[in-house]
């Protein structure tokens, strides 16, 4: 499989500070996705950025994309304790459906 | 998006007995839905690939035999682990996809913790 690396795989930071989170992966893709899970419970589509993108913004989110790196940056700005979760990347490859989850960040915001 | 329920919650059994997870897309008529299989702090890893009306396709590695998918309608996906042992102790997840299938964007059960002791 081509799981995706993610580094840090885990991050502590005060609320009101910036999260970085980056996410690597093997081969070429058609788009790349960000997902977020708190302790114990499923998966929240965050964003999606497609191939052809290199960057994208969603409310306090912005994702980039780089293929020529195979690897994408996820910030989180103006961080709340509620931001507490694990971060997922996940890519699509191919013409296939699949998602190949990456390694995850742990991300803990304190107040 | 999607709105997808997943019975049980959690779930502790004996050795040796089989467990039905239950995967429903409450909102959404679903003609694929994935399950996936997540250690305690570690990634999801796919299990399956669930298509209404016909066999689920599993990854490598992972037993057929053993983690049985019924795909029986497009809104009911199950997953049923038989002769569950310790070590298939996790966390099932399952998700949906959209009929957008230029993007892929899944939309994810709030998952299924199995005990076995």
């Known amino acids: 499989s081509q799981q995706g690396e993610e580094d840090p795989q885990a991050l502590s930071i005060q609320e009101g500070e910036n999260a970085t989170m980056n996410c690597s992966y093997k081969t070429s893709i058609n788009n790349l996705q960000w997902y977020r899970q708190n302790s114990g419970r499923g998966l929240v589509h965050l964003i999606l950025i497609r191939s052809n993108e290199r960057e994208k913004h969603s409310g306090r989110l912005r994702v980039t994309l780089d293929t020529s790196k195979k690897s994408s940056s996820l910030l989180i700005t103006a961080s709340r304790a509620a931001d507490t979760a694990s971060y997922f990347c996940a890519t699509v490859s191919g013409g296939g459906n699949k998602l190949t989850f990456g390694t995850g960040t742990q991300l803990k915001v304190e107040l | 998006g999607a709105v997808v329920s997943q019975h049980p919650s959690w779930v502790i059994c004996k050795s040796g007995t089989s467990v039905k997870i239950e995967c429903r897309s409450l909102?959404?008529?679903?003609?694929?839905m994935f399950w996936y299989r997540q250690f305690p702090k570690q990634s999801l890893m796919l299990m399956a690939t669930?298509?209404?009306?016909?066999?689920?396709?599993?990854e490598q590695g992972v037993e057929k035999d053993k983690f049985l998918i019924n795909h029986a309608s497009l809104t009911l996906s199950t997953l049923t682990v038989t002769s569950a042992h310790p070590e298939d102790s996790s966390f099932y997840i399952c998700s949906v996809q959209t009929r957008d299938l230029i993007y892929n964007e899944q939309f994810f059960g709030p998952g299924t913790r199995l005990t076995v002791l």
């Open positions: 909102d959404f008529q679903a003609t694929t």
């Open positions: 669930s298509n209404e009306g016909s066999k689920a396709t599993y």
